[in-house]
């Protein structure tokens, strides 16, 4: 019987696999017979994209004015648009392009929808908090269906640039510190995006951002340079990438930055040797915004045709923005300085991602307002992303269990600059989300407490705010040095039985173009706490931020600590669930958090050094003299409203071969009063290897719910994968020698045990 079964289950897969390739093929050969029709410019055309004017999400182009791209885009010399939304205006470029072109091959609309579309999802790196990888899918599946119906095909999206700086702002974009983690992460959402199969209609093409080793700024500096060894490049930064290349990600986008002095635009070890060469990834590659022309300022290239040449033959399909392409690639072809074949592979790759979208069967499929009305905005998305958000918030802080609250207290203030604020939860890269639509905290909060609770509301002080998205934003004039709220805001607590502060950031203080030089919470929101800390009465503070911030005085002073990121169009109400009690908080930190801006990049994968420190007192040892190395907050930390206990940290065996894989059991029990999840965390450390190994790697994690006195036996397994890591050859080894491994909640407080890998 069992026989039987895997026999017709191998010829399901067989046929399953024929039918890929079967399709697969077949749109190999449309394309080629596509291919053969066209002339030098039109596809030349395929590689060229525009932005539309109305949502710039970079510099105002100078190449081309309106006039001559209207006449690019009837001429077919435009393969793709980006920023161009609703319904009505994609139908209409796309009928502009098929209507009026020789060959109406329809266009791609991209799009970074980067957490949600409408419905809002948690800024990534909240999202990466939940540890979910399923509720991550599903975000992201959600905000693939919203989209599509508005007719964009394609998101630029997964950003999985993994960073060790918070003062960069886009950390926003991505799961955080960890390449086990971002991999996961990136796999999960090209999973939602993408779907099994990218010709329905509701599932997009995602696109890997940004290679490589963007999140790496010098001095946290957005568009910095990037240096960086090949062993960081090739085990820190590299594998969530990879991971979203192996779970079939259609397209990859270069970055700004330079990598080791050579920009990642046009870069040839990173694209052709890593990315098509090592990966064998075979789906189209975009340039950033106006990347190519800026090989001309990066000083790598004289003149826009030096720099397409250099984009060209360095693996750049795609020319978003720089005009680079429809100007100069005929010319360089024509004199024999470009081969046409580098051109058409090019094209082909296009080609087959919108032969897989089937925009050639129908180019307005995705294009619908009866699917927008029933599949965006729903309450069914709002129901997700409210989970989303519960599941992405992090409880640092809760002495003498303070949270949750009884929904009868008597009298709660409220105060802060976003305890109101309906704007910054929405988070930067916002699409088509309206302005100021999340829930505030301070409405979900009358809405979770007992009608005799009285609620005393003061905004405390002013954050600035900005006025406008994108490029063209204009701080809106703010006194943020103003202190004389604060009174108001003491009388408010004065008059109450606890404090509920919501501090932080608003919504562009991070994202792309908002570095910082100072972490620590903007304005005077610090006196504002100090005032209200001298109330006497309990001090909830609830934070607000799209990066790790530096709030050493809260973490001393606050009775709880909750963070709440930016949480998306359902923030108020997630944060409320938590600090009433309707959701036991699980999430863990993806990053960690500094005590102080100079411990930065601070990261708990570190090497152990010469010289680690071991004590206070020594002094030639790897420390600073001001201050501690530790974190305020270390990486994979949260706390629960119930307690676990870890023990009985079990391996298969003492001893393995390269081929074995070795079993870790561990248990965990719930040993407080309520239902929670926890996120279990596996690490190992290689003691003896040929290059020095971090002192803890993730190397999985499993998220479980345990009743009150419930335990379960969590297993984990170790292959050779999982045990190798790259040498500076790139290639993957596993060397035999003591390691360590270790389970617990966090990545400090951990069961420990070890075994020997023998040759
Ligand atoms: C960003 C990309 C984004 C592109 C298009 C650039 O400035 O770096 O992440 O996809 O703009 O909006």
Redesign the pocket.
């Given at each position: 019987m069992l026989i039987k079964n895997c026999f017709s289950l191998g010829i399901i897969f067989t046929i399953m696999i024929m039918a890929v390739n079967l399709s697969a093929s077949t749109i190999a050969m449309k394309v080629d017979s596509l291919l053969n029709q066209m002339t030098l410019k039109e596809k030349i055309g395929q590689l060229n994209q525009y932005?539309s004017t109305w949502q710039l999400?970079?510099p105002k182009p100078t190449q081309k004015g309106n006039e001559e791209r209207y006449e690019d885009l009837t001429n077919g010399m435009v393969g793709s648009m980006?920023?161009v939304v609703t319904v009505d205006e994609i139908k209409r470029a796309q009928e502009l392009v098929v209507e009026n072109s020789r060959l109406g091959i329809p266009l791609l609309f991209g799009l970074?929808v980067i957490h949600g579309y409408k419905t809002m999802f948690p800024i990534p790196l909240a999202q990466a908090a939940s540890w979910d990888m399923q509720a991550i899918e599903k975000s992201a599946r959600i905000a693939a269906k919203e989209a599509s119906a508005s007719g964009i095909t394609w998101t630029?999206s997964p950003?999985v640039d993994l960073t060790r700086d918070p003062r960069w702002g886009r950390i926003i974009e991505c799961a955080g510190e960890d390449p086990y983690l971002g991999a996961r992460f990136g796999k999960a959402m090209v999973r939602g995006y993408q779907g099994k199969d990218l010709s329905t209609d509701n599932t997009i093409a995602a696109c890997t951002?940004?290679f490589a080793a963007y999140g790496a700024p010098e001095a946290g500096r957005e568009y910095n340079r990037v240096s960086i060894s090949n062993y960081d490049l090739y085990n820190i930064y590299l594998p969530p990438y990879k991971a979203t290349i192996d779970e079939g990600v259609s397209t990859v986008?270069n970055a700004?930055n330079t990598l080791n002095g050579v920009p990642a635009t046009g870069n040839q070890f990173l694209v052709n040797e890593i990315l098509r060469g090592k990966w064998n990834f075979s789906g189209f590659i975009l340039s950033?915004?106006a990347t190519i022309s800026e090989l001309i300022t990066h000083g790598v290239a004289k003149d826009m045709k030096q720099a397409t040449k250099i984009a060209i033959t360095g693996g750049t399909d795609v020319d978003?923005e720089s005009s680079a392409y429809i100007d100069y690639l005929e010319e360089l072809i024509l004199e024999g300085e470009v081969d046409e074949e580098l051109l058409d592979q090019a094209v082909r790759r296009i080609l087959t991602v919108k032969f897989e979208l089937g925009l050639f069967d129908d180019p307005y499929k995705y294009c619908s307002k009866e699917r927008e009305k029933e599949q965006a905005y729903t309450e069914k998305n709002h129901k997700a992303a409210l989970e989303m958000a519960k599941k992405s918030i992090v409880l640092l802080k809760n002495e003498n269990d303070i949270l949750p609250l009884s929904k009868e207290i008597e009298r709660i203030a409220v105060v802060g600059p976003l305890a109101a604020d309906k704007d910054a939860p929405l988070g930067n890269w916002r699409c088509q989300a309206k302005s100021n639509s999340a829930v505030s905290l301070l409405s979900a909060i009358k809405n979770s407490v007992s009608s005799k609770t009285k609620i005393n509301y003061a905004k405390g002080c002013n954050l600035v705010k900005m006025d406008g998205d994108y490029q063209d934003y204009k701080p809106v004039q703010v006194n943020e040095t103003d202190t004389t709220g604060i009174q108001q805001a003491v009388k408010a607590a004065q008059n109450s039985d606890v404090i509920i502060a919501a501090v932080g950031e608003t919504a562009l203080l991070s994202g792309?173009g908002r570095s910082r030089q100072n972490i620590d919470l903007p304005g005077v929101q610090k006196t504002l706490l100090q005032e209200l800390k001298k109330t006497g009465k309990p001090l909830v503070v609830v934070l607000f931020n799209g990066r790790p911030l530096t709030i050493n005085w809260t973490e001393q002073n606050a009775s709880a600590i909750v963070e709440g990121w930016l949480a998306g169009s359902q923030s108020g109400n997630a944060l409320a669930s938590v600090l009433f009690g309707d959701y036991n908080p699980s999430g863990k930190l993806p990053v960690t958090f500094p005590r102080n801006v100079g411990q930065i990049p601070i990261y708990y994968n570190q090497l152990n050094t010469g010289r680690p420190k071991l004590d206070e007192n020594t002094v030639f040892v790897s420390r600073y003299i001001d201050g501690p190395n530790t974190p305020l907050y270390p990486f994979g930390y949260g706390l629960s409203y119930t307690d676990f206990k870890y023990d009985n940290l079990k391996i298969s065996d003492n001893r393995i071969s390269e081929d074995q894989t070795l079993q870790v059991k561990v248990d965990v029990k719930n040993t407080g009063q309520r239902k929670g999840e926890e996120i279990v965390q596996l690490y190992i450390r290689d003691l003896i290897a040929s290059y020095a190994r971090p002192i803890k790697e993730l190397k999985g994690f499993k998220k479980i719910s345990l009743e009150p006195g419930q335990k379960e036996t969590v297993k984990f397994y170790l292959d050779r994968d999982k045990l190798s890591f790259y040498n500076n050859q790139y290639e993957k080894i596993c060397e035999p020698g003591q390691f360590e491994v270790m389970v617990g909640g966090n990545s400090v407080d951990l069961l420990k045990t070890s075994f020997k890998m023998v040759e």
């Open positions: 932005s999400t970079g980006l920023n970074d630029f950003m951002k940004h986008m700004f950033d915004w978003m792309e």
